[in-house]
């Protein structure tokens, strides 16, 4: 076979029709181009998404929600433009599709129920900004910070490393803890049961002395000791104080509670064991010997 032979062969394949959409034919050809157009598009619009994130960086001082949801909607409008351009390029009336996709959502709509109620989502993510990149959110028994935000899921870091994915339609509809919407400051609350026999003003200083001795303790709102009750063998002590980020809330909470125990310890308070008492109760039998006569 000749090279002249080769190309028309080649050229048979490419033009062969695939199928028809609105008397356009579909070759092996026009899906090479438009595939190649919807690369082009998306490989620009990474290159754009970088010179922009470059430029809202250096001139306008956003927020990191504001800043995330303009890259987003960018990359979508660009992606939108560039489906539009490849229809039109291989001769695709997009109004042809719009009649053909009304008559398919009547068979998939329940298929694509749940895809287009997460996009849907994550656009209103983006818009209302109760979740965004950075924030410490608890969703379900899952905590973590979320770290992108998706057409369809969103994804969250957990506190092991781990990249939870949770549709956004749950952000949503369900109950979402955001430790970092809005004021970031976290209270943390301590409790500890002392003995009976301690001193009540020794305790609630031994306890403010651990907590204003931390560095990462905001001194606004200041500590705070709360006496919250008489156990069965303690009084129920809580301490509380207030960090500037959830992040560190952990960290703090460890690092206090050591704290706590120097401080007993310095002050001869006893943080006492729970005490039962055991009544034990001996009854005799009476026991009767049988005498035969």
Known sequence: MNLTTWLIAVKDVLHYQLFVVNQTPVTLASLLIFCTIIGVFIFVSKMIRDILTKWLSS???????????LIRLSQYLFWFLGGVVAFQFIGIDLSALAVIFGFLSVGIGFGMQNLTSNFISGLMLLFEQHIQIGDRVTVGETEGDVVEINFRSTTIRSLNN???IVPNSEFISGT??????????????????VSYNSHLETVMQALL??????????????PN????????????MRLLVWVASPKIRAQVMSDINC???????????EIPFP???????????????????
Do not use: C
């Open 209 to 222: 002395a651990a907590a204003t001795q931390h560095p990462l303790v905001l001194r606004d709102p200041q």
């Open 176 to 193: 979402v803890i955001n430790w970092s919407h809005g004021d970031p400051k976290t209270r943390l609350e301590l409790d500890v049961g």
């Open 59 to 69: 001139h306008l001082q956003l927020s990191t929600g504001t800043h995330y949801m």
């Open 162 to 164: 781990i990249a939870i």
């Open 259 to 269: 704290a706590i125990v120097l401080q007993f310890r310095k002050n001869e308070i």
């Open 275 to 293: 005490q039962r008492d055991l009544h034990l109760r001996t009854q005799a039998t009476p026991f009767q010997v049988a005498t035969t006569g």
């Open 225 to 236: 000791v709360w006496f919250m009750g008489f156990g069965d063998s303690a009084w129920n």
